[in-house]
């Protein structure tokens, strides 16, 4: 019983060894934030005009559009966006 024991604890610990020196692909939320780069959480969100879903602001597609900075989810927004705006003007 005891050498059963033994050894589950040595596979547990054997399994937990080689995740760290690999890197676990099954990472917690603490362990998440610890290992992501600073500027990718906690970024501003910003709301595409055109189809409403929201995006960090450092991947969004940007334009001044009528003096203000708009931000879309991809090109494709961007140019229906505008082509809308020429449309209602």
């Known amino acids: 019983?005891?050498?059963?024991?033994?050894?589950?604890?040595?596979?547990?610990?054997?399994?937990?060894?080689l995740r760290s020196l690999r890197g676990s692909s099954t990472l917690g939320p603490k362990e998440f934030r610890k290992n992501e780069p600073a500027g990718r959480l906690g970024g501003e969100m910003v709301k595409?005009?055109?189809?409403?879903?929201?995006?960090?602001k450092h991947e969004a597609v940007s334009r001044v559009v009528d003096g203000r900075e708009v931000y879309f989810c991809s090109e494709r927004c961007?140019?229906?966006?505008?082509?809308?705006k020429k449309k209602t003007n």
């Open 1 to 17: 019983m005891i050498k059963i024991i033994f050894l589950g604890v040595l596979v547990y610990l054997l399994v937990r060894l």
């Open 48 to 56: 595409d005009p055109q189809c409403h879903v929201y995006v960090p």
């Open 78 to 84: 961007m140019e229906e966006y505008l082509e809308s």
